[in-house]
């Protein structure tokens, strides 16, 4: 596959994702974010990447946010929140997590 075909498909991509999350989840997500007092996330590979940079921008918006297997991440508390990013929704270590 080209570049361009990369792209392209990158781009298709970025259109429909969205529309999977409805505007009351992405509400429920915020007010769910607002009301913690941490806020813990986890993900592997790509998925973990891109989990690690909500996470900076929590940070930014002076949020306590940690990453799951940081050597200065605290323990999870009562009224914290885990946020765990998967693509596949099968990463077992992540499951056992959630569980």
């Known amino acids: 596959m080209e570049t361009s075909q990369y792209l392209s498909e990158v781009l298709n991509e970025l259109q429909w ?16 974010i607002d009301a913690a007092n941490k806020v813990f996330v986890a993900g592997a590979g790509r998925s973990g990447f891109m989990i690690r940079s909500l996470a900076m921008r929590l940070m930014h918006m002076e949020i306590q946010a940690y990453v799951v297997g940081e050597t200065v991440t ?10 765990i990013g998967s693509g596949s929704g099968e990463t077992k270590s992540l499951i056992s997590m959630a569980e």
């Open 17 to 32: 994702v969205p529309q999977l999350i409805s505007n009351a989840e992405s509400e429920q997500l915020i007010h769910s």
């Open 74 to 83: 605290p323990g999870l508390g009562e009224g914290d929140l885990l946020i």
